[in-house]
């Protein structure tokens, strides 16, 4: 079983910044992503950005792009999500979960399906 902790949110001013972590226990695969998502106040949960194994390949939603940063340890269940020029839209639940992926897996898009795996989530207010 795997589980999940996310930390580092809190309430910022628009414009600030905050790095979210992810750390986690068990087993997922040899090789793993690791995805942020995010569910703001009356709104499905959407996915904001996933790294590959290693790092190699990430990916943004469109509203991520430019402003987050997205890393994890290969070795571990541990990551961050690196926000920065935060708007008040950004404000919702954070949450990471992470999947087994192939080494060399590039990702496109965020399948949620495909993530099982949650924490409890970390608030984030971002007042403007």
């Known amino acids: 079983q795997v589980q999940l902790v996310e930390s580092g949110g809190g309430s910022v001013e628009a414009g600030g910044s905050l790095r979210l972590s992810c750390v986690g226990s068990?087993?997922?695969?040899?090789?793993?992503?690791m995805a942020w998502f995010r569910q703001s106040p009356g709104k499905e949960r959407e996915g904001v950005a996933v790294?590959?194994?290693?790092?190699?390949?990430?990916w943004y939603a469109d509203s991520a792009k430019g402003r987050f940063t997205v890393a994890q340890d290969s070795a571990k269940i541990k990551g961050f999500l690196q926000m920065n020029s935060l708007k008040s839209e950004d404000t919702g639940v954070y949450y990471c979960?992470?999947?087994?992926?192939?080494?060399?897996?590039?990702?496109?898009?965020?399948?949620?399906?495909?993530?099982?795996?949650w924490g409890q989530g970390t608030q984030v207010t971002v007042s403007s």
């Open positions: 790294t590959s194994s290693g790092g190699a390949f990430t």
């Open positions: 068990g087993y997922v695969g040899s090789t793993k992503c």
């Open positions: 979960s992470v999947r087994y992926c192939a080494p060399n897996y590039r990702p496109e898009r965020i399948y949620e399906d495909l993530y099982t795996y």
